[in-house]
């Protein structure tokens, strides 16, 4: 069959392409842009990709009308203040779209929203979801709430609250009840529904069998990784307030950390378990998919992260407008040194970040992320989402990867940091020699002022990082 698979640089779209493709179909994969889309090689003859955005009608047009499925799995929480009018807005074009093909089923991802007072998010999902139940095709919307899994916006949370905070000062809201999900079962459950009548026109909610607090998941998290943790609620911290905080103790963005505190305030636990029989499936426990998490990312396994998605940053730029590093009105500083051991160094490039730090000057980039997060910025809470390996499009601390290609021998960074202007970071091999520039296209006078304040801190930290990348 042919597969329509929105939101396929996703969290979830990334996770069920390959089964996807496993199992037979061409999956024609939408993008709003190509250059952060690397699919493994092994899946290129059996998917076809095209460049689409949901809010413009007339790019949808490319849309084939020979499909049999689709997917819709795209929301736009963490991008923007109105996204409740955008998603709307998109699933109007989508569904106008897909009733002129011969689609059998579409098949759509929301949040359970059993609660008579629904958030603005879980209202936004629901609103999609009417928008997409006037369609004239068979609907299927399986409805979840936290989905755990590596890489996962909920897990990374609860992974940054557990194990950095010995004892919590928490709102009220943690008492609140939910019932999470396995990734791996959500995908079972969006692949098992495909062409089964019995899921036709229907909505459905897909949980495990653990109806826990907020508070219970954190602890069990906690016992799970051997740690004990103190949590104290509070009932005088504001909504607000509650976004503060857990924007600033967690690797996430102040625009999603506030649509999340908005959410977990109501209840999502699931009606009833019927689709379970209907596609004979039984959800793993929460305790097994945060150990299943865990294995992923101690085998460096894991498929994708929210981390990855541009709206971890707050900016929606496209890739390929920035692939070319400007020179007009920049600055740079370049540095040029020949290389002793290829191998090591190009090794070391591709590892740079995340865990594995910066190679001099950590304490430095780590005062420089508190500061990008103390003035609204994504911080280096972010990480990278594999261990080794970078792909066009990753999140990488508080850069995006523009370009990747360790044959190459040339790894090109975009700043998403908050600054007064544009900086790209350029590792580049030619021959013996390894080419480190960094480059800033300052905006206005404050901008200028910026470069200038930083200069001497460039001074040492590039020089020391290119001595370290070109040590054996």
């Known amino acids: 069959m ?26 024609v994969c939408c993008v709003r842009d190509k250059s952060r889309f690397n699919p493994p090689k092994s899946l290129s003859k059996n998917i076809s990709i095209i460049e689409i955005d949901l809010l413009d009608s007339q790019s949808l047009l490319k849309i084939p009308n020979d499909i049999d499925i689709a997917y819709y799995l795209v929301h736009s929480m963490s991008s923007s203040d109105n996204y409740k009018s955008l998603e709307e807005k ?9 009733e002129l093909t011969r689609v059998k089923q579409v098949i759509y991802l929301s949040g359970i929203i059993n609660e008579k007072n629904l958030s603005k998010h879980l209202l936004s999902r629901k609103k ?3 928008e997409l139940e006037r369609g004239k095709y068979p609907l299927t919307c399986l409805r979840a709430g936290i989905i755990i899994g590596s890489g996962s916006a909920s897990f990374e949370i609860m992974r940054d609250l557990v194990e950095k905070l010995p004892i919590m000062i928490t709102p009220k809201w943690l008492q609140t009840r939910c019932q999470p999900i396995g990734i791996m079962d959500v995908i079972r459950f969006l692949v098992g529904s495909i062409l089964n009548e019995k899921t036709f026109n229907r909505n459905f909610d897909i949980g495990s069998d653990d109806v826990l607090s907020y508070k219970e998941m954190l602890l069990t998290f906690a016992e799970i990784r051997g740690l004990k943790r103190k949590i104290i609620t509070v009932p005088v911290m504001t909504p607000k307030l509650s976004s503060y905080w857990l924007y600033f103790v967690t690797s996430t963005s102040y625009k999603l950390a506030r649509s999340l505190v908005d959410s977990m305030t109501v209840e999502v636990v699931c009606r009833n378990n019927e689709i379970n029989k209907i596609l004979n499936i039984t959800p793993i426990p929460y305790k097994q998919a945060i150990i299943n998490a865990f294995d992923k990312i101690e085998n460096n396994e894991v498929m994708s992260s929210w981390k990855d998605s541009h709206s971890s940053s707050g900016l929606t730029i496209n890739i390929s407008e920035f692939i070319k590093v400007p020179s007009f009105g920049c600055f740079k500083d370049k540095k040029v040194s020949h290389i002793k051991n290829y191998t090591s160094t190009i090794e070391k490039i591709w590892s740079i970040g995340g865990e594995n730090g910066w190679y001099y000057g950590n304490w430095l980039w780590r005062l420089r992320g508190f500061i990008d997060k103390l003035v609204g910025g994504v911080g280096l809470r972010r990480g990278r989402t594999n261990k080794n390996a970078i792909s066009t499009g990753d999140a990488l601390d508080f850069w995006r990867v523009l ?14 940091m908050k600054l007064p202007g544009e900086a790209w970071l350029e590792f580049k091999i030619d021959g013996d020699k390894l080419i480190q520039t960094a480059t800033f296209r300052p905006l206005g006078l404050l901008g200028r002022l910026y470069w200038y304040s930083v200069l001497p801190f460039h001074g040492f930290i590039f020089r020391g990082l290119m001595k370290n990348l070109l040590k054996e």
């Open 2 to 27: 042919k597969i329509l698979l929105t939101g396929a640089t996703g969290y979830i779209g990334k996770r069920i392409l390959p089964l996807l493709v496993n199992n037979g179909h061409h999956v």
């Open 90 to 98: 998109s699933a109007i074009n989508f569904r106008e779209k897909i």
């Open 128 to 130: 999609v979801e009417e």
């Open 403 to 416: 370009y990747a290609n360790k044959k190459e021998g040339r790894l090109l960074l975009f700043a998403e």
